[in-house]
């Protein structure tokens, strides 16, 4: 499917700057001018979703390839962070099709990063660059479109981590313990 009009009117977005396009408005517009599979490839993607093999069957093959490739990643992860613990992450990982030594050898350096912040940063510039690949070079495709949902997500998300919401975020967690604390005394 090609999306001439949509994509056409779609912004340009990057992973270290605030999107100009909200979420929320790109899941609106997408429900007004996407096919209704690629549509649900789109609610997917706003729960950060990796379908079952029940649910993929019915979602567009672009939503199946990113779902190989980020439980590829999710795995990798697993490994990293149980090896560093002394944990078997073995149940924990997921099966998927394919295998890309780029995504392993990718987790092994963010992990080298000095802080959890440059090994998130890592990660997600990753997901970026596979993301890019995976849209293809044609921007009206579905799997373009599909692309730019994914990486709209994770530049929302990087402009959402500020130091007043991590504040925010860190004075509701030791609330939420000292509340804990209270009712267990």
Wanted: with cysteine; glycine share 6%.
């Amino acid at each position: 499917m090609k999306y001439y009009f949509f994509a056409a009117t779609l912004p340009g977005i990057s992973l270290d700057t605030p999107p100009p396009l909200s979420w929320s408005d790109f899941r609106q517009q997408s429900h007004d001018q996407l096919t209704p599979s690629d549509h649900a490839a789109v609610e997917m993607i706003a729960q950060d979703g990796l379908p079952t093999n029940r649910i993929a069957d019915g979602l567009p093959p672009f939503y199946k390839r990113w779902h190989a490739i980020e439980t590829q990643l999710r795995n990798a992860i697993a490994r990293r962070r149980g090896a560093a613990s002394g944990v078997d992450t073995t149940p924990y990982r997921h099966a998927h099709d394919g295998f890309r030594v780029e995504i392993e050898e990718a987790v092994d350096a963010a992990f080298a990063q000095a802080s959890p912040r440059e090994r998130e940063h890592a990660l997600d510039r990753l997901r970026w660059r596979l993301l890019e690949e995976l849209g293809g070079t044609d921007p009206f495709t579905s799997d373009a479109v599909l692309a730019y949902a994914c990486r709209l997500r994770l530049s929302e998300r990087w402009a959402g981590l500020t130091r007043s919401a991590g504040e925010q975020k860190f004075n509701a967690t030791v609330e939420s313990i000292a509340v804990s604390a209270r009712r267990e005394r």
